[in-house]
């Protein structure tokens, strides 16, 4: 979704499946926590507004982003979910560092959806600049959090149709 078109907070909520037997995991990068607590909390409660209880959603931190991969990969290896979200946030500074840790986390989240059977969400926002982060973090762009929690109920409950 490009959020100069649609806010990334923004859809329908009953095209929204009842997640209240869904499992989900959250693996949250401490890296830019103003941000990421944002998009930590947008994911939250919309998993509780489409009926996951706190009991369905385990929160675990990461360093920083590029920690996201392994961290999704232990939550996938090691408890029982049905899908695992990913938050982070990276932003461009004067070096290449933002391309390879961008390129890295991406391609992370590319071979975890390929590798296992669960979905993996990439909630992570890569921006040029703190601004345009806070804008898509529950700014004036919504949060992106929101998307990836719709997103992942939707994922587990597309597994969930084509398992029965």
């Not at 909520?13 to 990421?36: C, K, L, Q, Y």
């Not at 695992?84 to 975890?112: A, M, N």
Request: with cysteine.
């Amino acid at each position: 979704m490009a959020t100069q078109y649609q806010n990334l907070s923004s859809y329908d909520a009953n095209s929204v499946p009842n997640a209240s037997d869904m499992r989900f995991g959250i693996v949250v990068s401490e890296w830019n926590d103003e941000i990421t607590n944002a998009l930590l909390q947008g994911a939250v409660d919309t998993l509780k507004k489409h009926g996951a209880t706190d009991k369905n959603i385990s929160i675990h931190s990461v360093p920083g982003a590029f920690e996201l991969t392994f961290g999704a990969k232990l939550l996938a290896e090691h408890t029982k979910v049905d899908a695992v979200i990913g938050l982070g946030c990276i932003i461009r500074g004067e070096t290449p560092h933002f391309d390879f840790i961008s390129q890295g986390v991406t391609q992370g989240f590319v071979e975890l959806n390929m590798r296992y059977d669960i979905p993996f969400i990439f909630g992570v926002l890569t921006n040029d600049t703190m601004q345009q982060s806070i804008d898509r973090a529950g700014g004036k762009h919504g949060n992106k959090g929101d998307e990836a929690a719709v997103t992942a109920i939707k994922m587990v409950d597309l597994v969930k149709k084509i398992n029965d």
